[in-house]
């Protein structure tokens, strides 16, 4: 276990050294930190990337209108970026259309301008990797996730049941997606919306059991207000569900190291810089593939430059576990 202790810590702080953040904080998952990132630079108006293979984490998917800020979510190894629901739209639509030719050239600092070059290199790049991107209803995710439970993690479903075969064996069955899709639709029908906050109100909280107990059945509404509640608490990403003293301590080390992650953003972009001084550079058998092939981000042009804006919409692609980043 020491031994396993000091290779991971020693990891640490070779990412360290070359300039990645790294944070580790007590009583804190890796899930909770990158839920702090997130909220923390869409709040002051920064989008993120969400950069793993884990499939919870696309709850982390949002728009911040007010901060004209956005996260999403990418899983190299399939290629596929998972966005809010018009993204897209947003990213062909030019910030500084309207814009005269004088003030995009004295402005090619401004946000507008920024914005635009940063919609054309995303856009530009999955259609240069062949990214698929699809846009989903962050809600609706969340909703099902909850009901269907993560067997990776081994949070079971709301509601589990046991049936008999005709070889006298037991077979185990759960809700699938199929039944959280009927459930959702039933709960639209009786109440027009959704919304994550409804997760921690009693009133909806009872009106999900109820609709549970008339969709599925097989237990009692009791057990399944028990197992909602418990899936809630395991698997949502909520200031509601993280405890008060680990989000401090994730906001506080975030805050401390804010300035230093920003400036060093492009040192995570080049996997050769990270690599140097390893034998995957050496070229032997070893092969890292490069995560952020093709994605050029160019330095602030001199003058304006006409644009091409380009994307598609494609459907999502399966995703297995794997180690999460975040820049």
Known sequence: MDCCLSVYEAFQEILAGKGVTVHQIQGAEADDVLFGWSTMLNNRGKSCLVWTGDRD???L??????N?????WYYNTKKSLYA????????????????????????MGGQHMMRDRYQKQILD???????????????KFIFIKILTGDKSDNIPSVVTWQKEMKDGKLRSYSITDKMAEKIYDQFIKEGEDFKIDYLFSSEQKDRLVD???????RTSINLI??????????????????????????????EKDWEGALDNIEVVQDMDKILEGTNWLDGG???????????????????????????????PAPNKEATKKLF
Request: hydrophobic content about 40%; aromatic content about 8%; glycine content about 4%.
């Open 61 to 66: 998917v949002n728009y911040s209108k007010p």
């Open 125 to 139: 790049w999955t259609v240069a990797n062949k990214v698929e991107v699809t846009e989903v209803d962050c809600e």
């Open 285 to 315: 058998n070893s092969y890292a593939p490069d995560a952020f092939a093709g994605m050029d981000i160019p330095d602030e042009p001199k003058k304006p430059e006409p644009m091409k804006l380009v994307g598609k919409k494609t459907k």
């Open 57 to 59: 984490l696309i709850q």
């Open 225 to 254: 207000k028990s197992s909602l509640s418990n899936n809630i608490a395991l698997m949502l990403l909520h200031t509601r569900t993280i405890p008060d003293s680990i989000q401090k301590a994730i906001y506080s080390a975030i």
């Open 68 to 72: 004209d800020a956005h996260t999403i």
């Open 84 to 107: 809010y629901e018009g993204f897209v739209k947003d990213m062909e639509e030019s910030a500084a259309a309207e814009m005269s030719e004088d003030d995009m050239l004295f402005n």
């Open 211 to 217: 609709i549970i107990y008339r969709v599925v059945g």
